[in-house]
């Protein structure tokens, strides 16, 4: 059932990507990357192949997110699992949940108390944390997060067999501005270049509206995502409606998805359960007293209990009760208990009473209730518990869906946008429209009657949508100043909520030169309207401060002068306002967030119809002029006004945990390169290695058998089994730990000695088929060359030196055929073939020519039937014997060439073509 459904889901992808060829270039792939906590799935798009999950060496659609590293080598996934279980200590896992956070942040303090075998100290300097591996040796969770990254390229170019560099990645909705940036400068350091950051319930509601677009239509409907996963669980509203929209000239009517609501609890989750049954299973082990050591004390058991708890969790999800095993769980002591879904229950009873937390703040957000969502869609490993979803079933009082991949969906919905956002593609457009969960303001202080006064101006309010520009203006400030750039108030999350979301923080900006361009302004007659900040939230949600100007407006009687700044008059009157005492404000731009940022207009409050409105008063050339003269040139003597503005230097500290930057930043980068060095040696030795085995073996087997046997003679027979017998000696002596480099020399040498060998015996394989068809085409050739002799008799088609040249072609193949059989009769098997397959193919390939050549001219130059036009019998003329000719040919070719499909099979057309045929393939 499930093949069949991605089957489906596939075919339905299938018209909705086209894939454009832009030059000639060979890197159009491009990837998404979905990294939980403890799941990292990697989806790719590229010309020919639709989205497609990249399969890792394992041949599995996810891999876990774990990182060990031990004597030296690294370790990714199942393999860093099973390192972790023998030594906790130098595994790495549920990173994602560490990035970018101080080591005093309630998620940090969480971490160690469920892992407390890491050594994790502090990085004061950027206000983040690091891994101690060794008194030598540091990992900050930035640095593990590239290399899994790294590492989810490797996989996706081995599936796309293709370099790829750019990449959409998933992120939880309630990542602050420090842990986006963190993520970004980690995919950086991973060669990724990161097309968008991409909430994961988004890029869920992106792949349900992909493959459920016939649903969509003029009316807005709403749907609940209700997503569980292993640290965290996330419950988004998002409204479905086609929207009409005029850009570039002309109408679209496209699907807009906007996000409305969202909760989320970043604690509730698989890894707490998972966490609390290990914790009981090690309970009830210290309780049979077996030893007296406690299992608590000992990291490698708890390590086994926690990988044992994890499969617990897992199985009670579909049966009622399951036995935990470990063997020598510790001092060879072996554990085995039977675990039920109730105790699971028990131990997590307060866990369940959270699940219905995410879903109220997402309606109170939204100010939506569950009346009006039509479906509540159940997303991650975590919902596939039934507890949960009696609960939540309980709680929204209607059927919950399960119709996406609850594990892929969010990668294959990255997939679709990243191919949206590459160059090489072009798909049916889906309008995405994300919100801030966290608000932002500008926080300043203002000097009144020597009081300091603090302003707070909301930038970003709970729910915005983003990507937006948002411009704020000071209008009072004179002097150089500075402002904060803060989050919000939080009070709609839970307490816990907002501890963990950390330092309020963002960043400090400070205006330099505003003095200064105020009075250079005033010198030049101008009137003063402030000090505009223009910040820009991109579609990665991170906030950028784009720069800082001062506006200023003065008359002008120019004429010229007038023409050209029109527009930015009525541009000023809209900076200005109506109140020109009116104190310092925040300004929206219009709704342009469909739209990258470089492409909206310089100044986003204008709309679109101030600028054509200049236009409007032109005088057309087929125009009648003004006659009145007088008139004119007072109408050129009108004031107008024009707008100044002139760039302030500004200076933005990042407040709060820093990215590495300058020599720590060089030096994990150049961390990160030797070890992705080591491991691409690594692996060239070990193939290199695993090749010359193979082959040595491989060899030593055919030479056994009578049929390679039969094709050696005596002494190559004895060189090559006395170079496999050296090189095995060599392998398991002193060559086990050699470089590829000899390998690849050794496999080499091998190779020249069985060469000649190996090409007689292929030989030999391959020539009764190669001479069963040369004996065919001589029999039919023949045959042929009669029929060409009477039609050169009888019709003028055909020329005696046509025939005479076909008939020399197969004398000429006939003698190479007697004189290669001569040949293989007169030559033993072990000695070198003179008439080799290839030899005899490009002979019949001449002959074949010829044959193709008259055939072809027979075709072509049939003559025509009589025509009769009433009671006489006409033969048709040169021309309209050419014409026929003509019409022939095409006939023949329709016939031949052309596959006629009934009108009612229009539709299947799409998936039957050739995608290489095409200039926009269909994925």
């Not at 750019?166 to 309630?174: D, L, R």
């Not at 003269?629 to 006004?641: G, H, R, S």
């Not at 070719?893 to 009612?904: A, G, H, K, S």
Request: glycine share 4%; charged share 30%.
């Amino acid at each position: 059932m499930e093949l069949s459904r991605r089957t489906v889901s596939m075919t339905t992808l299938s018209l909705l990507v086209l894939a454009t060829f832009i030059g000639i270039s060979e890197e159009l792939a491009v990837m998404s990357i979905d990294i939980g906590s403890e799941w990292m799935k990697v989806a790719i798009v590229s010309p020919g192949v639709p989205m497609e999950i990249a399969l890792n060496k394992e041949s599995k659609r996810k891999t876990p997110v774990a990182i060990a590293f031990r004597e030296g080598e690294r370790f990714f996934g199942e393999d860093a699992q099973v390192v972790g279980v023998r030594f906790p200590q130098n595994m790495f896992s549920y990173i994602l949940d560490l990035v970018g956070k101080p080591i005093n942040n309630p998620m940090v303090q969480l971490y160690m108390r469920r892992f407390p075998y890491y050594d994790i100290v502090a990085d004061n300097e950027r206000k983040t944390i690091a891994f101690k591996l060794n008194e030598n040796t540091t990992y900050t969770p930035e640095e593990l997060l590239a290399q899994l990254l790294h590492k989810g390229k490797e996989m996706a170019e081995a599936s796309a067999h293709q370099k790829i560099n750019e990449a959409v990645i998933t992120v939880p909705g309630f990542f602050n501005q420090a842990e986006r940036r963190a993520l970004v400068q980690a995919a950086e350091m991973a060669e990724l270049k990161v097309l968008q950051l991409l909430n994961d319930y988004t890029a869920v509601a992106l792949n349900y509206a992909v493959f459920g677009r016939t649903e969509i239509n003029d009316s807005a409907h709403y749907i609940m995502f209700y997503d569980m996963g292993a640290s965290s669980t996330t419950a988004a509203i998002v409204s479905y409606q086609n929207v009409k929209t005029k850009e570039r000239g002309f109408v679209e009517t496209n699907p807009h998805i906007t996000v409305l609501g969202v909760g989320y609890d970043r604690t509730l989750g698989g890894l707490e359960m998972q966490i609390r049954l290990r914790d009981y299973l090690a309970r009830e082990f210290d309780a049979l007293k077996k030893t007296s050591k406690s299992v608590f004390d000992s990291p490698r058991a708890m390590a086994k209990l926690f990988k044992e708890s994890g499969r617990v969790k897992t199985v009670l999800s579909a049966n009622a009760d399951h036995f935990a095993q470990i063997e020598g769980l510790i001092d060879d002591i072996d554990f085995r208990l039977q675990v039920t879904r109730e105790k699971l229950e028990e131990i997590c009873a307060d866990l369940f009473e959270r699940v219905a937390n995410p879903v109220k703040i997402a309606l109170d957000t939204s100010g939506l209730t569950m009346d009006i969502v039509s479906h509540v869609v159940l997303v991650g490993a975590g919902t596939r518990m039934p507890k949960v979803q009696e609960v939540l079933s309980q709680y929204v009082k209607t059927e919950l869906s399960k119709k996406v991949n609850a594990d892929e969906a969010a990668a294959l919905g990255a997939a679709y946008k990243a191919a949206d956002l590459s160059k090489g593609f072009k798909v049916k457009k889906f309008v995405t429209k994300d919100a801030v969960l966290f608000p932002i303001q500008i926080v300043f202080d203002r000097v009144t009657d020597n009081k300091v006064k603090q302003v707070r101006k909301t930038l970003f309010n709970k729910m915005n949508p983003f990507p937006q520009k948002k411009i704020i203006t000071f209008n009072k400030c004179t002097e150089d100043f500075e402002f904060n750039v803060n989050y919000s108030e939080l009070d709609y999350l839970p307490r816990r909520e907002v501890t963990s979301v950390g330092d309020t923080n963002i960043s400090a900006i400070s205006l330099i030169g505003v003095s200064k361009a105020i009075e250079k302004h005033t010198k030049e007659g101008a009137d003063i309207k402030g000090v505009k900040a223009h910040f820009n939230m991109d579609d990665s949600g991170i906030l950028n401060l784009l720069n800082v100007e001062l506006f200023s407006e003065k008359l002008s009687t120019n004429v010229a002068e007038e023409e050209g700044t029109s527009i930015f008059g009525s541009i000023s009157k809209l900076f200005a306002g109506s109140n020109e005492k009116e104190s310092e404000k925040s300004e929206e731009s219009p709704q342009e967030d469909v739209k990258p940022v470089h492409e909206e207009p310089e100044s986003p409050d204008v709309p679109k119809e101030t600028e054509t409105e200049p236009k409007k008063n032109e005088t057309k050339p087929n125009e009648e002029k003004p006659a009145n003269k007088t008139e004119k040139a007072d109408k050129e003597k009108k004031p107008t006004i024009v707008q100044l503005k002139e760039v302030i230097d500004t200076k933005e500290i990042k407040l709060g945990s820093q990215i590495l930057s300058g020599e720590k930043l060089a030096e994990s980068q150049d961390k990160i390169r030797r070890l992705n060095v080591h491991d691409r040696e690594k692996a060239r030795r070990e193939n290199a290695l695993n090749n010359l085995e193979s082959y040595v073996i491989d060899a030593q087997q055919k030479l056994d058998s009578e049929e390679y046997l039969a094709a050696a003679t005596d002494e190559e027979a004895e060189q090559i089994r006395k170079a496999c017998t050296e090189i095995s000696d060599w392998l398991y002596e002193d060559g086990f730990g050699a470089t590829a480099e000899i390998y690849e020399e050794k496999l080499t040498d091998l190779q020249k000695l069985t060469n000649d060998v190996y090409e007689r015996v292929s030989e030999h394989r391959d020539r009764p088929e190669v001479l069963k068809g040369i004996v065919a085409l001589l029999n039919g050739s023949r045959l042929f060359l009669e029929n060409m002799r009477n039609l050169s008799v009888t019709t003028e088609i055909i020329t005696s030196v046509e025939v005479e040249t076909l008939e020399k072609a197969i004398n000429e193949t006939e003698d190479y055929y007697q004189a290669a059989l001569r040949s293989f009769a007169e030559t033993s098997m072990n000695q070198p073939v003179q008439y080799k397959v290839r030899h005899i193919a490009q002979k019949m390939e001449l002959l074949d020519r010829e044959v193709k050549y008259l055939l072809n001219k027979v075709k072509i130059r049939k003559p025509k039937p009589e025509t009769t036009a009433g009671n006489k019998t006409e033969r048709p003329t040169e021309e309209t014997k050419e014409s026929a000719e003509e019409e022939e040919t095409e006939t023949s070719n329709t016939e031949e060439d052309t596959l006629v499909i009934p009108e009612t099979d229009k539709s299947q057309t799409t998936n039957t073509q050739n995608p290489e045929e095409d200039e926009h393939q269909e994925l």
